[in-house]
């Protein structure tokens, strides 16, 4: 049986690019974090770059297309290309505003959000398959995508999923160990709820079962200067009970690390790619040796 970390990585808000799921274009797969997550954990491991490939298995939760018709014809009849886009901030608030309120549940509909489910559960399918299926499970969120994880890991451990979920304990999230999340909205989020809401479990409770060694770890990173991502850990006692730490970064180049425009940085950021290294470092070794 081979002995890999099953990551899966979901992107936030913004329009549709099929590059994130594209896998052979390693500068544009999941915005290039996969080979930096790889060449890092490959030399904190002593290995070759190539043998990273035998230990990490990285796919992408790539759900955008399903609320990108619905924005743009929605875009074409409030005629947004005709209002003030000073650096790209119109298109960046309406994407971070439109994706937010159609992922929601309504009283009458949740179509949008089980399809965005449905897509992330196809993502742990192909984690699970050729010998996978119990893998310790690594989940990557930025912006609106931590937030959907988050949610997508609830209704696993809470038994609440509306969507087809498959048998294997990776699929059923018994095997989930690593949670990473940056630019998250998950506080506001929180804002449904007069306590502002029960976190996840990091690790799954069932994870002792099928690795007793891995103690897991939920890291949250954010920018001071991104508007849309904030701490976590503060939220109320039992988020602090949780999350191990949030991390205050400094990403993107001095061009726009002071901007709105940090939101999109983390992907790239040397201190997000080291800490998270660490993690798959530390977990593997906890799960196979």
């Given at each position: 049986m081979s002995q890999k970390i099953a990551i899966a990585i979901i992107h936030g808000i913004g329009t549709a690019n099929p590059e994130f799921a594209n896998e052979k274009n390693p500068d544009k797969f999941v915005s290039g974090i996969a080979q930096r997550l790889k060449s890092r954990f490959s030399a904190l491991m002593g290995e070759k770059l190539e043998d990273a490939?035998?230990?990490?298995?990285?796919?992408?939760?790539?759900?955008?297309?399903?609320?990108?018709?619905?924005?743009?014809?929605?875009?074409?009849?409030l005629s947004i290309d005709n209002l003030n886009n000073f650096f790209g901030l119109r298109e960046?608030?309406?994407?971070?505003?439109?994706?937010?309120?159609?992922y929601q549940i309504t009283p009458t509909k949740r179509n949008i959000y089980d399809t965005v489910h449905q897509k992330f559960a196809e993502t742990l399918t192909e984690l699970a398959e050729d010998d996978g299926e119990k893998y310790p499970l690594c989940v990557i969120g930025h912006s609106l995508g931590s937030v959907i994880a988050s949610n997508y890991i609830?209704?696993?451990?809470?038994?609440?999923?509306?969507?087809?979920?498959?048998n294997t304990p990776l699929q059923k999230g018994e095997t989930f160990s690593l949670f990473y999340t940056f630019g998250s909205q998950i506080a506001l989020w929180g804002l449904r709820y007069s306590d502002f809401?029960?976190?996840?479990?990091?690790?799954?409770?069932?994870l002792?079962?099928?690795?007793?060694?891995?103690?897991?770890?939920?890291?949250?990173?954010?920018?001071?200067?991104?508007?849309?991502?904030?701490?976590?850990?503060?939220?109320?006692?039992?988020?602090?009970?949780?999350?191990?730490?949030?991390?205050?970064?400094?990403?993107?180049?001095?061009?726009?690390?002071w901007t709105p425009l940090s939101h999109n940085g983390y992907w790239t950021d040397s201190e997000v790619i080291e800490l998270i290294a660490q993690g798959l470092v530390k977990t593997w070794k906890s799960a196979y040796l």
């Open positions: 490939d035998s230990k990490l298995k990285i796919k992408p939760v790539y759900w955008a297309p399903i609320l990108q018709d619905i924005e743009d014809e929605l875009g074409k009849r960046f608030v309406f994407h971070s505003l439109a994706d937010s309120i159609g609830w209704d696993l451990q809470n038994k609440q999923a509306n969507i087809e979920i498959g809401g029960t976190p996840i479990a990091v690790p799954s409770p069932e002792s079962q099928h690795y007793p060694n891995i103690k897991g770890e939920w890291l949250n990173f954010y920018d001071r200067d991104d508007v849309l991502g904030y701490p976590i850990k503060n939220i109320n006692d039992k988020y602090k009970a949780v999350v191990k730490a949030d991390i205050e970064v400094n990403v993107s180049n001095f061009l726009i690390n």
